[in-house]
């Protein structure tokens, strides 16, 4: 059996709680037990965490926070750590998505504490990679975003990695209706692949590598079968459940044919 495949919805700052309850409901509704070897998630705000959760009940969806504070506690206004999000019943976050980089202002420094702090408390972890158009034009794609990978990882240890998923995310294809052409996205997993093994030794083979950006039903199937492409973080297609669920079947399908 291969590496886990996700596809998990990222909802952004989008919808309040009752039309986030809606969504989690159509999500529950529709899904079809995923298969061995694929899971499935959905990271709504963080005020719409509750009624979510409880419209997924019974659901077998992973819950996902978009974002935890760089430390367990303290004097950090307005910050919400791990073990806060783990009481709402929180298992997993997304770490250093683009938006939270390029428009809030995120350093490779904070990435890596969050990173760190999310996986020593146990949550799934999605850290999340990926250059800026000028840096892809340049021809630099490849060394930035493995700068990027290594810096994120620089203070955990390899024994502390079972929960980390990456995701490589191109700025460019982020809501942009762009998503890389299949060969280039096979092309930066398998880097990100190989300097995984370089600083995680085994572990690092079985981490799940996820695409996203642009990842709608119908560039789905072939972003899938991609080498190295291990499923996908989904942002604007996540906020419509049967796009959503389409693509979930697209990997399902996917896993079942090449588990
Ligand atoms: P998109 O977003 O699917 O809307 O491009 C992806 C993401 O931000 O994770």
Same mark, same amino acid.
């Given at each position: 059996?291969?590496?886990t495949?996700?596809?998990?919805?990222n909802?952004k700052?989008?919808?309040?709680?009752?039309?986030?309850?809606?969504?989690?409901?159509?999500?529950a509704?529709?899904?079809?037990a995923?298969?061995?070897?694929?899971?499935v998630?959905?990271a709504?705000p963080?005020?719409?965490?509750?009624?979510?959760?409880?419209a997924?009940?019974?659901?077998k969806?992973?819950?996902?926070?978009q974002?935890?504070?760089?430390q367990?506690?303290?004097?950090?206004?307005?910050?919400v750590?791990?073990?806060?999000l783990?009481?709402a019943?929180?298992?997993?976050?997304? @770490? +250093?998505h683009?938006e939270r980089?390029?428009l809030? %202002?995120?350093?490779?420094?904070l /990435?890596a !504490?969050? &990173?760190?702090? *999310?996986?020593?408390?146990?949550m799934?972890?999605?850290?999340? @990679? +990926?250059?800026?158009?000028?840096?892809?034009t340049? %021809?630099?794609?490849?060394a930035? /975003?493995? !700068?990027? &990978?290594e810096? *994120?990882l620089?203070?955990?240890a390899?024994?502390?990695?079972g929960r980390?998923v990456?995701?490589?995310e191109?700025?460019?294809?982020i809501?942009?209706?762009?998503?890389a052409?299949?060969?280039?996205? *096979?092309?930066m997993?398998?880097?990100?692949?190989?300097?995984?093994?370089?600083?995680?030794?085994g572990e690092?083979?079985d981490?799940?590598?996820?695409?996203?950006?642009?990842v709608?039903?119908?560039? *789905?199937?072939?972003?899938?079968a991609?080498?190295?492409?291990?499923?996908?973080l989904?942002?604007?297609?996540?906020k419509?459940?049967d796009?959503?669920?389409?693509?979930?079947?697209?990997v399902?399908?996917?896993?079942?044919?090449?588990?």
């Amino acid at each position: 059996m291969g590496r886990t495949r996700w596809v998990v919805g990222n909802w952004k700052q989008w919808g309040l709680r009752p039309a986030a309850h809606a969504l989690a409901s159509k999500v529950a509704a529709g899904l079809e037990a995923p298969p061995a070897g694929l899971r499935v998630g959905v990271a709504p705000p963080y005020l719409a965490l509750d009624t979510v959760h409880a419209a997924l009940a019974g659901a077998k969806v992973v819950r996902f926070a978009q974002d935890a504070a760089a430390q367990e506690e303290g004097a950090f206004t307005g910050e919400v750590g791990p073990a806060m999000l783990a009481e709402a019943g929180v298992e997993g976050v997304i @770490v +250093g998505h683009s938006e939270r980089r390029h428009l809030l %202002g995120e350093s490779d420094a904070l /990435v890596a !504490a969050k &990173l760190g702090c *999310a996986l020593r408390a146990g949550m799934w972890a999605i850290l999340c @990679v +990926g250059e800026p158009l000028k840096v892809r034009t340049a %021809g630099r794609h490849e060394a930035y /975003v493995l !700068a990027q &990978l290594e810096a *994120a990882l620089a203070h955990v240890a390899p024994s502390e990695t079972g929960r980390l998923v990456v995701a490589y995310e191109p700025v460019w294809a982020i809501g942009t209706g762009r998503t890389a052409r299949p060969e280039d996205a *096979a092309a930066m997993h398998a880097a990100i692949r190989a300097r995984l093994v370089d600083l995680l030794g085994g572990e690092g083979g079985d981490r799940s590598i996820l695409y996203g950006g642009s990842v709608k039903p119908d560039n *789905a199937g072939i972003l899938a079968a991609a080498p190295d492409v291990d499923g996908f973080l989904v942002g604007g297609a996540s906020k419509d459940a049967d796009a959503f669920l389409s693509i979930v079947r697209t990997v399902a399908h996917h896993t079942k044919a090449h588990p």
